[in-house]
C-alpha cells in the first residue's frame, strides 16, 4: 500500500521534472534567440530593428545647428574574394536630413555569387539613431561573374542622437552566402 | 527480497542496485580523471619550457579543449554523481533510487559518450580543438569535421546527468525514512537535490546550443553566423546561461561533502545549518542571473556590464556565510586531522582563495584586464580542483570505510595529501602571477619572461599528477589488503544514518525504513 | 606576495637614462621575468584599472588575514590533545546576520570605484582624435587609419616565427622579445584620444594590450569599440586573448606611441610609401628582383601553414615542393593566392598583400623548393587578374 502511494509520487516528480526538462531545451532554442534580439534593440547594440526600413519621415524637422560627419567603412569576411568598397568615405549631415550613399560591390570571380551585408556602428549607442530608409543590407546581393553594381543606401540621422556624439562610423561587412542561398534554393523546389 | 548481487559481469551491466551503479560510476569517473589528466600532463609538458618542443599547436588545442571536457564532464560530474549514488538512499534512510532502472542506463549511456568523445582524436582533422567552451564560429564554420561527434556525445552526456538528476530528486523528494524531514537532512543531501534542480535546467540549455551548432553545420541555419542574420555573440550567451550554473553544479556537492566532513572531526554539529541551506539556495538562484560576466570584454552595453557586475558580486555574500560557518563549525570543537579533515581544511582554505580571485574577476573594469589570461586559468582550478576534486578525496577517504569495511592507510593517505597540497599550490599559485603580467590562456608557447613560472607551474603539476595515483593505489590496497574496520560508526565523531548500517555497507539497507527522531 | 611596481618617479628616471644611453625611443613599459602584478599601464584607464585591482587585493588580503588567522587559531587551539571537551554550540542567529551584511556593505565600497571607471571606459563618444580600424585575421592583425588611406598587416616577427616551429633548433632564448614581436607595429600619437574599431574577419579574436588597459573582442560581422589616451612614448606590447584556431598564441601586437609630430612624418612617409607601391605596381621586375622579395614575403605570409621549406603540414596544409598549382598553370596558382580557396584555411591574399608582394610570392613559389618552373609574373599581370 505504502508502496504503490509512494510510485505513483515518484512517477509524478519524474514527470514535472521531464516537462521541465523539455521547457528548459526549448527555451534554449526557441526563446533566447528572439529574447536576445529584442534586448539588443531595446539596448541599441547592432538592433535588429535596423535591418527593417523606415518611412521617411516628411514632418522631420532637420537640426541644421548640428552636422554629424559619418565615416564609411567596407570590411570583406575572409571568404569574400569580392571588391566592396564606400563610394563616399565620409559624408556630413544634419540629424533629420535625408542622405543617399552608396557602396560598391564587384564579383571578381569567375562564378555567380550571392553576398549579404551586415552593418555595424560605433559609437554603439549611435545604431539606433541611424535610420534607413531604404538600404542593400536588408535583401541579399547576387552578382554575376565579373558583374559589378553600385549598392544604395538612403539614410537620415536621428535628431534625438545624443548631442555627445558628432561622428559616428558605419562599417558593413560583406559575407559569402552562396552555399545558403543555394541550399534555400533547394529547399523551396 | 534480501538477495546478494548477481554473479560475473551480468551484475554489473543489469544491476540497478544503487552502490553498485554508485561504485561504477566512482571507477569511470576515476579512469576519466587519469585521462583528463594524461591530457593536463601533455600541457604541462609543453609549457614546461619557451619554445615549441613535443606537440604541434592544433594538438595542443586538442589537449586543452579535451582536458577541459573529460575532466568537467567525466571526471567530476560523475564522481559526485557516484557518491550521491551511494550516499543519499543511505543517509535518508532509503532502501535505493526511486528510479533504479533508470539509474542504470543513466549510467551505461556515459561510457558511450566518452568512447565516442575519444575516437575523434583518430578522425580526420583531429579531436575538437575549440576549447570547452567551444565559441561560434570556431567550433562551427571553423571546426574539425568531428565536431558533429562531438555534439552527438555532448547530447549523450546531457542525457545521462539529466536522468541522473530526475532520480536524485525523486529520491529525495520521496523516499525519505519518516521523520527524516527536509530540515533534518544531511547537508550534502541538500546541496545535490540544488545541483539536481539546476542540473535539470540547465543541462537542457547546453543540449540546444549544440542543438543549434549542429543546424548551423548540417542544415543551413544561422543562428550564430551573422551572414546569415545570426549573432555569433548569441552562442556565448546561451552557453554561459548553461555555463554558469554548470560551475555550482561542480562546486554545490562538493560543499555538502565538506559539510559532513568538518563537523565529524571537529566532533561538534554543524554551526548555522539551516543559514548553509539557505545559502546554497540563494548560490544557485544567483548562479542563473549572471552569466555574462564571462563575457565582460564582448563589448556589452555600459547597462549590462553594471548590472552583472553587480549581480556577481552579491555571490559573494552566501559565499562567504559558508566559509564562516564552517570555520565556526571548527571553533572550540575537539578536532583531529585524519586524511579526510585533511582535504576538507585544505578545501576551505584554497576554495576561499578562489573566491577571492572570483569577486576580482567580478568586477567589470579590472576583468579587461584578468579576462582570458592565466589569471582566470588559476581562478577556476583553485575552485574546481582545490573546490571539486578535494571535497571528492575528501569524501572518498571519509566513506571508503564503510565502502569497503576496511580501513585505508593512514600514514599514505597523508602523505598523499601533502604531496597534493603543494603540488597543487606549485601548479596554480605562480599561474596568478603569469595571468596578471599578461600571458593569454590556451597557448603552446609564450614569452621568455614567463618561463621561470610556467616551469614551477609543470613541476608542480608533475606533482600533482603523482599524488593522485597514490590515491588510487591507497584505494586499491584498501581493496585488497585493508585493516577491518572494526565499528559501524567508523569515525567517533561522525552522525547520520549512514553509520549506523554495518560496515562494509551490506548490498541492501534500510529494506525496512528507519524511524528518525 | 604581490609587489607593488615601481613608483612612476624611478620607471621615468629609469626611461630617462635608458633614452639618454640609447639615444632612441625609450622603452616604458616591457614585461619583466619573475613580474608577479599587472602593468600600471600608460594610460588613465589602464591607471584606474589598476588603482581597482590593487584596492580589490588589498580588501581580500585583509580579509583572508581575519579569516585564515582564525581557521589558524583554531586549528591549532581546538585540536582535540588541547581541548578534549568539544563545545556543543550550532547556531547564533546575530552572527549570521553580521557576517551577511559586513561582507556586503564591503561589496559597496568596491562597487563605487567599479561602476566609476566603468563609465569612464565606456566614454568612446566624445573628442575622438584618431579612429583606428583594428581587424582580426586568423593569424594576424590588419590596422586601418580611417580616413587616412593607410592600412596594414602586422604579423608575428620572422625570426620568432622561424623558432616558433616544432624542432626548429633554434633557441628561443636567443630572440628579442621573442612571440612579442611584430614586423610592423601599429604607430600611434601620444595625448591624443585614439578609438579603435576592433572587429575580424573569419573567427572571435581579442585585441589585448595590457599597458593600454584595453581588451576588446574581435568579432566577424560586428565593430566593437574601445578608446586609450597614451601619455607616454614607449613601446607596448600585447597578444590575441581569444581561442582563434592553431596559431592563437602567435599574433602579438605591438603598438608604437610616439610624438605627434613624428606620428605626422610616419603617417605622410606611409602615405606616400602606398603611392610609390601602386607605382611599383605598373613597373616591371628582374627575376632576380622578384625571387628575392618573394622569398621574404613567402616567410611572412606563408611559412606558417605551408612548412619554411614549402613541405606543408601532411593532412593539415598542402606541401608547396612539387604541388600540383605551384607547378601547374601560372593563371590558376594565382587564382589561389588572390582568391583563397573557398571552404579551407587558404585565404584570399588579394586585399593582404601588394600586386608587387603577390607577383614575387609566386614566382618565388613557382621556382623554390625544387620546383623550376623557370617562369614569372609581374605586378601588371596581378592587377589584370584582379580587374578581370
Known sequence: MAETESNSSVAKTAAKLVVLAVAMFAFAVYVMPPLYYVFCDILGIDPRGSLVAVDENSEMEVDTSRTIRITFMATNNERMPWEFRPNDAVIEVHPGEVAYTSYFAKNTTDKHMVSRTVPSFVPSSSAEHFKKVQCFCFESQPLAPGESADMGLQFYVDPNLPKSITNITASYTIFDITEVANEQKMTQR | ?517 | MLRRAKPLFHKLLGSAILMGMLGHQAVADEVERWQVNMTPGVTPVSQEIYGLHMLIFWICVAISVIVFGALAYTIYAHRRSKNREPSTFHEHLGLEIFWTAIPFLILVVMAIPATRSLIHMYDTDTEVDLDVVVTGYQWKWQYEYLGKEVSFFSNLHEDSNAARQLGSGVDVNTIPNYLLEVDRPLVVPVKQKIRFLVTANDVIHAWWVPALGIKRDAIPGFVRESWAYIEEPGIYRGVCAELCGRDHGFMPIVVQAVEQAEFNEWIAQEQAAAAELRELAAQTFTFEDLYERGEGVYNRSCAACHGAQGQGVPGAFPAIAGSAVATGPLEAHLDVVLNGVPGTAMQAFGAQLSPVDIAAVVTFQRNAFGNNMGDQVQPVDVVQQQNQ
Open chain 2, 1 to 517: 527480497m534480501a538477495h546478494g548481487p548477481a554473479k560475473g559481469i551480468s551484475r554489473w551491466l543489469f544491476t540497478t542496485n544503487h552502490k553498485d551503479i554508485g561504485t561504477m560510476y566512482m571507477w569511470f569517473s576515476f579512469a576519466m580523471f587519469l585521462l583528463g589528466g594524461a591530457f593536463a600532463m601533455v600541457i604541462r609538458a609543453e609549457l614546461f619550457q619557451p619554445g615549441m618542443q613535443l606537440v604541434e599547436p592544433e594538438f595542443f588545442n586538442q589537449m586543452t579543449t579535451m582536458h577541459g571536457l573529460v575532466m568537467v564532464f567525466g571526471a567530476i560530474m560523475p564522481a559526485f554523481v557516484g557518491l550521491a549514488n551511494w550516499m543519499i538512499p543511505l543517509m535518508i534512510g532509503a532502501p535505493d533510487m526511486a528510479l533504479p532502472r533508470m539509474n542504470n542506463w543513466s549510467f551505461w549511456i556515459l561510457p558511450f559518450a566518452f568512447l565516442m568523445l575519444a575516437s575523434t582524436f583518430f578522425m580526420e582533422g583531429g579531436a575538437p580543438n575549440f576549447g570547452w567552451t567551444f565559441y561560434a564560429p570556431l567550433s562551427t564554420t571553423y571546426a574539425p569535421p568531428s565536431v558533429t561527434f562531438f555534439i552527438f556525445a555532448v547530447h549523450i552526456m546531457g542525457a545521462s546527468s539529466i536522468m541522473g538528476s530526475i532520480n536524485i530528486i525523486a529520491t529525495v523528494l520521496n523516499m525519505r525514512a519518516p521523520g527524516m524531514t527536509l530540515m533534518k537532512m544531511p547537508l550534502f543531501v541538500w546541496t545535490w537535490l540544488i545541483t539536481a534542480f539546476l542540473l535539470v535546467a540547465v543541462m537542457p540549455v547546453l543540449a540546444g546550443a549544440v542543438t543549434m551548432m549542429l543546424m548551423d553545420i548540417h542544415f543551413g541555419t544561422s543562428f550564430f553566423d551573422a551572414a546569415g542574420g545570426g549573432d555569433p555573440v548569441l552562442f556565448q550567451h546561451v552557453f554561459w546561461f548553461f555555463g554558469h550554473p554548470e560551475v555550482y553544479i561542480i562546486i554545490l556537492p562538493g560543499f555538502g561533502v565538506v559539510s559532513q566532513v568538518i563537523p565529524a572531526f571537529s566532533r561538534k554539529p554543524l554551526f548555522g545549518y539551516s543559514s548553509m541551506v539557505y545559502a546554497t539556495a540563494s548560490i544557485a538562484f544567483l548562479s542563473f542571473i549572471v552569466w555574462a560576466h564571462h563575457m565582460f570584454t564582448v563589448g556589452m552595453p555600459l547597462a549590462g556590464e553594471l548590472y552583472f557586475m553587480y549581480a556577481t558580486m552579491l555571490i559573494a555574500v552566501p559565499t562567504g556565510v559558508k566559509v564562516f560557518n564552517w570555520i565556526t563549525t571548527m571553533w572550540r570543537g575537539s578536532m583531529t586531522f585524519e586524511t579526510p579533515m585533511l582535504f576538507a581544511i585544505a578545501f576551505v582554505i584554497l576554495f576561499t582563495m578562489g573566491g577571492f580571485t572570483g569577486l576580482m574577476l567580478g568586477i567589470a573594469p579590472s576583468d579587461i584586464q584578468y579576462h582570458d589570461s592565466y589569471f582566470v586559468v588559476a581562478h577556476f582550478h583553485y575552485t574546481m580542483v582545490a573546490g571539486a576534486i578535494f571535497s571528492l578525496t575528501a569524501g572518498i577517504y571519509y566513506w571508503l570505510p564503510k565502502w569497503t569495511g576496511k580501513m585505508y592507510n593512514e600514514t599514505l593517505g597523508k602523505t598523499q595529501f601533502w604531496i597534493a597540497f603543494i603540488g597543487f599550490n606549485l601548479t596554480f599559485f605562480p599561474q596568478h602571477f603569469v595571468g596578471l603580467a599578461g600571458m593569454q590562456r590556451r597557448v603552446p608557447d609564450y614569452a621568455l619572461q614567463f618561463a621561470d613560472f610556467n616551469m614551477l607551474s609543470s613541476i608542480g603539476a608533475f606533482m600533482f599528477g603523482m599524488s593522485q595515483l597514490m590515491l588510487l593505489f591507497n584505494v586499491i590496497n584498501t581493496i585488497l589488503a585493508g585493516k577491518r574496520a572494526e565499528k559501524d560508526k567508523v569515525w567517533d565523531g561522525a552522525e547520520g544514518l549512514e553509520w549506523t548500517v554495518p560496515s562494509p555497507a551490506p548490498y541492501h539497507t534500510f529494506s525496512t525504513p528507519p524511524q528518525v527522531k
